[in-house]
């Protein structure tokens, strides 16, 4: 009979012995959780239709995963471009603890000078410092503290960004200070090899217990945990319409392709997806356990 070893038979035993775990710890079996901390990550939410499936689906998906904490990035969220206080706060009311932006974070005029009165968003740590907006939300849970962050990725940026690699590592220097021990980073980018970069360079910090891709609204079939310590995954992809691309009309954007006639972005219709990952850590040990891959499709 064949024998299998090494990484393929441990990730062969985790799936016999946890249905939730597809493959992604090469740690092996876990032991007993010291500090299990449960998280769901949600990928861009775009407009209407990507906030009003998410809110179909959280219910059965809370009662699934039984997350301790819920986030989501909510750069595309309010009209399919930027976020607002009233569109932050809806999602907050869906029980959504922390929101991530991005690249769009400054669509909505308006947010500059909301930004502010939120503590659950967080803006781009490498935007310049005079930027408003929190830089991480740190949560409390079980004597321990966890911060969220967001990074935005250079390769194809049009934006006047800090270097990522020193900004994230001075602001885990500083959190470390005031007693933050575990860290989530959304890193918001085009290049999937500038995720790589920044996920193995993520996973080399103590305490970094995850790095998820946003940006590109498709999600990656790549889930792992770097270094036996923090889960990635590429791309968390979009909660969005589904017949689109990246969540909006796809007609003009075709037009513009073919015919090179400029054209308007507008958020398109049902039916929705939405898409993100659930993540088992350990508060104690600074590990994360597994990473799933989510994907919901709404019935047409
Ligand atoms: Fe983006
Ligand atoms: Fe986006």
Redesign the pocket.
């Known amino acids: 009979m064949l024998e299998l070893r090494g990484l393929l038979a441990q990730r062969l035993e985790q799936r016999t012995h946890n249905p939730l775990v597809v493959g992604s710890n090469p740690t092996g079996p876990t032991k007993k959780f010291m500090c299990e901390c449960r998280l769901l990550f949600f990928g861009?939410i775009v407009g209407h239709p990507g906030r009003v499936f998410l809110k179909e689906q959280l219910p059965a998906l809370k009662d699934r995963y039984v997350p301790d904490f819920i986030f989501a990035n909510g750069?595309?969220a309010t009209g399919g471009f930027g976020l607002n206080k009233a569109i932050a706060q809806e999602l907050k009311n869906l029980g959504i603890d922390g929101i991530t932006l991005?690249?769009?974070v400054w669509n909505q005029r308006e947010f500059w000078n909301e930004i502010d009165q939120l503590d659950y968003v967080c803006r781009p740590l490498n935007l310049p410092e005079a930027c408003p907006g929190n830089t991480s939300i740190v949560f409390e849970f079980k004597g321990h503290k966890l911060a969220l962050m967001n990074l935005l990725g250079r390769a194809y940026s049009r934006e006047a960004l800090d270097c990522p690699y020193k900004t994230v590592q001075h602001q885990i220097e500083k959190l470390k200070q005031a007693g933050v021990d575990n860290f989530i980073v959304d890193v918001?980018a085009e290049a999937t090899a500038e995720k790589y970069t920044l996920g193995w360079f993520l996973s080399g910090i103590e305490g970094v217990l995850g790095v998820v891709g946003?940006?590109t609204h498709i999600q990656t079939a790549d889930e792992r945990i770097l270094n036996g310590t923090t889960a990635f995954i590429c791309d968390l992809g979009m909660c969005g319409s589904y017949n689109s691309i990246l969540g909006f009309k796809k007609e003009p954007i075709l037009e513009k392709a073919i015919t090179g006639k400029p054209c308007r972005f507008e958020v398109a219709k049902s039916p929705s997806i939405v898409a993100g990952v659930f993540i088992q850590l350990d508060l104690e040990t600074h590990k994360a356990i597994s990473i799933e891959r989510i994907q919901i499709l709404e019935a047409i």
């Open positions: 861009d750069e595309n991005g690249n769009h918001h946003t940006h």
